[in-house]
Nanobody, 116 residues
Framework: QVQLVESGGDLVQPGGSLRLSCAAS????????MSWYRQAPGKERELVAT????????DYADSVKGRFTISRDNRKNTVYLQMNSLKPEDTAVYYC?????????WGQGTQVTVSS
């Protein structure tokens, strides 16, 4: 069965850091591009970052460039999102997704709250 399990979300103060993890199973992980999305209450879902299947190419939303880094470990079937210099506007539920052509899988999400 396909599973994507996010972890690492927490309450953190502005300027702090978090690393989110997404453990994948049930599909050929190294054949899929992986992305992180986020959605805050009352706001549109936003694509945050994407990494290619082998990890050689990445892309980021303008709002997180220079602060967030997406990475993956295909030996561990895990994708990460390192988040630095966090801002209150980063508060959202973060979801990881796996993508191969028209096939997409979604995790359940992990809550990130940036507040004093």
């Amino acid at each position: 069965q396909v599973q994507l399990v996010e972890s690492g979300g927490d309450l953190v103060q502005p300027g702090g850091s978090l690393r989110l993890s997404c453990a994948a199973s049930g599909f050929p992980f190294s054949s899929y591009a992986m992305s992180w999305y986020r959605q805050a209450p009352g706001k549109e879902r936003e694509l945050v970052a994407t990494i290619s299947n082998r990890g050689y190419s990445t892309d980021y939303a303008d709002s997180v460039k220079g602060r967030f880094t997406i990475s993956r470990d295909n030996r561990k079937n895990t994708v990460y999102l390192q988040m630095n210099s966090l801002k209150p506007e980063d508060t959202a539920v973060y979801y990881c997704t796996a993508n191969w052509n028209t096939v997409s899988y979604w995790g359940q999400g992990t809550q990130v709250t940036v507040s004093s």
